[in-house]
């Protein structure tokens, strides 16, 4: 009886010093070793944009920004 009361509180001890370790945050975000214009080589893409032409990817994030979050623009 005294022996499974000491190996129930060593495990309890066990259990609760566990549940105090921290695990390393680190970032890991899909690393890219292309620029964002190159596009992912999906089949989803936007109409007009080409994958690989820089112009037409500037032209199509000014265009979003212009709809979507310019205050003016969406006043009535």
């Known amino acids: 009886?005294?022996?499974?009361?000491?190996?129930?509180?060593?495990?309890?001890?066990?259990?609760?010093?566990?549940?105090?370790?921290?695990?390393?945050?680190?970032?890991?975000?899909?690393?890219?070793?292309?620029?964002?214009?190159?596009?992912?080589g999906s089949n989803f893409v936007q109409q007009g944009w080409t994958p690989g032409d820089k112009t037409s990817w500037e032209q199509h994030l000014r265009a979003r920004q212009q709809r979507g979050q310019n205050d003016y623009s969406r006043m009535p």
Do not use: F, H, N, W
């Open 1 to 40: 009886m005294k022996r499974t009361v000491v190996i129930g509180s060593a495990m309890a001890a066990v259990l609760a010093l566990a549940a105090c370790g921290e695990r390393p945050q680190t970032a890991t975000g899909s690393k890219k070793d292309t620029a964002s214009y190159q596009g992912t």
